[in-house]
Nanobody, 119 residues
């Protein structure tokens, strides 16, 4: 079982920066792919950025060049550095860890952290 706890959300003005963190319990998470998703009011949850266990990253077009995802396997922690924030980045941001492990598909979610960008 993996528990994910996000932190680092808050209120920031447009153009500002925030860094989200996702602390995972246990080392099993290092065998899984991880990602950040977000969900704005009235919209579906969408992938913001993902990072494979091998380090390959991918980003939504809307955040390319502004957001950077990284993972520190020694600390079992996932990060999302968000720069040049825009009001449309306002959402609840969720951490996810998923993948095949021990012959089973596993997927874990954090409780979410609110990011609000004011214009």
């Amino acid at each position: 079982q993996v528990q994910l706890v996000e932190s680092g959300g808050g209120l920031v003005q447009a153009g500002g920066s925030l860094r989200l963190s996702c602390a995972a319990s246990g080392t099993m998470v290092n065998n899984l792919d991880m990602g950040w998703y977000r969900q704005a009011p009235g919209k579906q949850r969408e992938l913001v950025a993902g990072i494979r266990r091998g380090g390959y990253t991918n980003y939504a077009d809307s955040v390319k060049g502004r957001f950077t995802i990284a993972r520190d396997n020694a600390k079992n922690t996932l990060y999302l550095q968000m720069n040049s924030l825009k009001p449309e980045d306002t959402a609840v941001y969720y951490c996810n860890a998923a993948g095949w492990y021990g012959g089973r598909w596993l997927s874990y979610w954090g409780q979410g952290t609110q990011v609000t960008v004011s214009s």
